[in-house]
């Protein structure tokens, strides 16, 4: 148990479906984000909250579309994905301080399937 | 994306041997320096973080960092087959962390 809690753990969706991947953090940290990690690649910073404010948006298309309600919780909204999309996501949160020890920390992803 | 380099190996070692791992980064603003470990199908959880020059140890585990030379490594002393995973090197400029691709450990026992 990290205090990152991902759901659903698996998620197969049509390339016409719209589904939401959620995440809650219960470490009290004010700083959230979207990872995604394919086969062989390095894991992709996708969005940064700080704050419940997006400061880092990655280039990511925009069929992917983040919203953090509050410090806790992150959301990634899905429509009309791509079966390149298919990976395995990760949500994660640290506590945004200058602090050298300022640490991040992972839930235990969804994979997500684009047929 | 700010660049993290790793050998993507597999490194092979046997058991009871040191285990080195290394990291080079492209971000000379990088405040911290990360070592994850993840096992095959699981998330990433953090082994060591060091953000002075020199080297820190924990247990079987020694990170050493080299700002000037913008290197990172991880030594694992005495390995044993439940090390066996991909070791992720991920570097920190103020929110914001990367990571490198991962370099795949295996332990023969």
């Known amino acids: 148990e990290t205090g990152v809690t991902q759901t659903p753990r698996h998620l197969v969706m049509g390339m016409t479906n719209k589904k939401s991947l959620k995440c809650e953090q219960h470490?009290?940290?004010?700083?959230m984000y979207w990872y995604k990690q394919s086969a062989k690649k390095p894991l992709e910073l996708m969005f940064v909250?700080?704050?419940?404010?997006?400061?880092e948006n990655n280039s990511v298309p925009s069929r992917f579309s983040p919203e953090c309600p509050n410090s806790s919780h992150l959301f990634l909204h899905l429509h009309t994905l791509q079966p390149e999309d298919s990976a395995l996501y990760l949500c994660?949160?640290?506590?945004?301080?200058?602090?050298?020890?300022?640490?991040?920390?992972f839930g235990e992803g969804s994979w997500l399937t684009v047929v | 994306q700010k660049e993290v380099e790793q050998n993507s190996g597999p490194l092979s070692v046997p058991e009871g041997a040191i285990a080195s791992l290394n990291c080079t980064y492209s971000?000379?603003?990088?405040?911290?320096f990360f070592w994850y470990r993840q096992y095959s199908g699981k998330s990433p959880e953090l082994i060591m973080s060091i953000y002075s020059n020199g080297d820190k140890e924990d247990g079987r585990f020694t990170a050493q960092l080299n700002k000037a030379s913008q290197y990172v490594s991880l030594l694992i002393r005495d390995s044993q087959p439940s090390d066996s995973a991909t070791y992720l090197c991920?570097?920190?400029?103020?929110?914001?962390?990367?990571f490198g691709s991962g370099t795949k450990l295996n332990v023969k026992p």
């Open positions: 909250y700080s704050l419940e404010e997006r400061v």
């Open positions: 470490l009290g940290h004010n700083a």
């Open positions: 994660a949160s640290s506590q945004d301080r200058s602090s050298p020890g300022n640490t991040i920390y």
């Open positions: 991920a570097v920190r400029n103020f929110n914001k962390f990367y």
């Open positions: 971000d000379r603003g990088s405040q911290s």
